[in-house]
């Protein structure tokens, strides 16, 4: 049998605790105060921002949209950041992607100071956090993480396949997972008979953004699937990367889509910020 770990019951734990502390921080004359700068016009992104501000009203922190529009050039967006950096009203910062096309993330996110990078977006996050020097992770990453912990699913001495080598997730996961003594290994799109290696895994995590990429012969029987995956089908839902079909019944955990992951992701933005906060009191 193939049990759930649903993210729901941990995510609304922590959005109970930000919630406590956002109170106290508007008690005392600060009221938290997360910025999310836009340069898009994709409808799955602004649906994305519309959450995000959903659950930051919910849990009395202040969200601001800073629309740029879809046709904001580098340094638009980059003196944005800036101002917002400097800002002592804000608290936290996320630059939503995707940004305008010719645009990377890492091309702006230099901007976006350490102690409100609440994504772990700016460049200087990640190195610190390879350093093991204090700074946010990005938050899905970081969700793994947690909601193995909320599920008493232990890591030290396990070894985890990571599928996916981005920045935002597969890069600093990687690290997060090396901090617990896990063993990983980081699988990609060059990676040599993929199947091989992610089965011999106790935890697998697929963070590729490729629908039902891992199947049943991906999985060993009995282990773990985190499924990062958030791709949107023609009927308005949402599948993972993993083929959740055909690895259930084989796998001895699997995180829905949607469901787990995800909730998780954004209750810890809304943390991140409530922290950044607390910082600057």
């Given at each position: 049998m193939t049990t759930s770990l649903s993210g729901k019951e941990l995510a609304s734990a922590l959005r109970q605790d930000v919630t406590a502390r956002a109170a106290r921080l508007t008690a005392g004359g600060t009221p938290p105060k997360l910025a999310v700068v836009v340069a898009t016009?994709?409808?799955g992104s602004a649906w994305y921002v519309r959450s995000i501000a959903r659950s930051a009203e919910k849990?009395?922190?202040?969200?601001d949209i800073v629309d740029l529009g879809a046709d904001a050039d580098r340094d638009a967006i980059a003196d944005r950041l800036a101002e917002l950096s400097r800002d002592r009203a804000v608290h936290g910062i996320i630059v939503q992607t995707p940004l305008p096309t010719g645009i990377s993330a890492a091309d702006v996110a230099g901007q976006v100071a350490v102690a409100k990078d609440v994504d772990g977006a700016n460049p200087a996050s990640l190195g610190r956090l390879v350093?093991?020097?204090p700074a946010f992770a990005p938050a899905t990453a970081e969700a793994v993480v947690a909601i193995l912990d909320h599920h008493h699913i232990g890591l030290?001495?396990?070894?985890?396949a990571?599928?996916?080598?981005?920045?935002v997730v597969g890069k600093p996961l990687a690290h997060l997972l090396l901090?617990?003594?896990a063993t990983v290994t980081v699988c990609h799109s060059r990676t040599t008979d993929l199947p091989a290696v992610t089965s011999r895994a106790d935890v697998v995590v697929a963070a590729v953004g490729r629908p039902s990429l891992i199947g049943a012969d991906h999985v060993r029987s009995g282990a773990v699937v985190v499924d990062v995956g958030t791709n949107p089908t023609d009927d308005g839902g949402l599948v993972g990367d993993v083929d959740a079909g055909a690895v259930t019944g084989k796998a001895s955990a699997l995180t829905p889509v949607p469901g787990g992951?995800?909730?998780v992701t954004t209750?810890?933005?809304?943390r991140h910020t409530v922290e950044a906060a607390e910082g600057q009191v």
């Amino acid at each position: 049998m193939t049990t759930s770990l649903s993210g729901k019951e941990l995510a609304s734990a922590l959005r109970q605790d930000v919630t406590a502390r956002a109170a106290r921080l508007t008690a005392g004359g600060t009221p938290p105060k997360l910025a999310v700068v836009v340069a898009t016009d994709d409808e799955g992104s602004a649906w994305y921002v519309r959450s995000i501000a959903r659950s930051a009203e919910k849990a009395g922190i202040v969200c601001d949209i800073v629309d740029l529009g879809a046709d904001a050039d580098r340094d638009a967006i980059a003196d944005r950041l800036a101002e917002l950096s400097r800002d002592r009203a804000v608290h936290g910062i996320i630059v939503q992607t995707p940004l305008p096309t010719g645009i990377s993330a890492a091309d702006v996110a230099g901007q976006v100071a350490v102690a409100k990078d609440v994504d772990g977006a700016n460049p200087a996050s990640l190195g610190r956090l390879v350093a093991g020097i204090p700074a946010f992770a990005p938050a899905t990453a970081e969700a793994v993480v947690a909601i193995l912990d909320h599920h008493h699913i232990g890591l030290e001495g396990v070894e985890v396949a990571v599928v996916g080598r981005s920045t935002v997730v597969g890069k600093p996961l990687a690290h997060l997972l090396l901090d617990r003594n896990a063993t990983v290994t980081v699988c990609h799109s060059r990676t040599t008979d993929l199947p091989a290696v992610t089965s011999r895994a106790d935890v697998v995590v697929a963070a590729v953004g490729r629908p039902s990429l891992i199947g049943a012969d991906h999985v060993r029987s009995g282990a773990v699937v985190v499924d990062v995956g958030t791709n949107p089908t023609d009927d308005g839902g949402l599948v993972g990367d993993v083929d959740a079909g055909a690895v259930t019944g084989k796998a001895s955990a699997l995180t829905p889509v949607p469901g787990g992951v995800g909730p998780v992701t954004t209750a810890l933005l809304l943390r991140h910020t409530v922290e950044a906060a607390e910082g600057q009191v």
